[in-house]
């Protein structure tokens, strides 16, 4: 079986490595290796021009839409609270580009935590802009367990209640035309959003590729394949 092409999105940020600082398309490496783990080819993708977006996906067998900084606000019509972060414009009208390609081509799209928001702002959604108890300290990887919802895709990859790796301050307050909720957090907290099928559509909050868990992922890759 020919391995599918999964294109993952990227941070566009300001690094340094060797005697070098320098604006830097940058992704963390548990991304690509959970790729590779569940049987798929990693591509990175950065930020480029939105209406290059249906072009690339139509490249792709799948498409993860990565972690990262917090969703404008003016996305989803509201206001920046004080606890919102900077924004990363760039990334948002790259990535909500990709994410309307995926849906409209039918190409398989796996949204994590800003992936999920982003799915879920990108078909009329809105977002809680601040919670508490979903990062452990700054900097710092928590777990806690999600509870699935039966009868969904996510059920239907990772069955029982499980405990995965969280670093969130934002969650899905309504949600967006057509998505259900496939798994919550004790404290109610949407964890996961998925589209019905035919399509094969779903978005985690928590952060797969920081544990070994490759389940979800392995269900993209089968979906891509």
Known sequence: M????????????????GVWRLPAALLPAGYPRLVQSAGGIAAMLPPDEPGRAAATVARLDGLVVAGGPDVEPVRYGAEPGPRTGPPARERDAWELALIRAALDSGTPLLGICRGMQLLNVALGGTLVQHLDGHVEAVGVFGRHPVTPVAGTLYASLVPEESSVPTYHHQSVDRLGDGLVVSAHAHDGTAEAVELPDPAWVLGVQWHPEMADDTRVMAGLVRAAS
């Open 2 to 17: 020919t391995q599918p092409l999964i294109g993952v999105s990227t941070y566009l940020e300001q690094a340094s490595w």
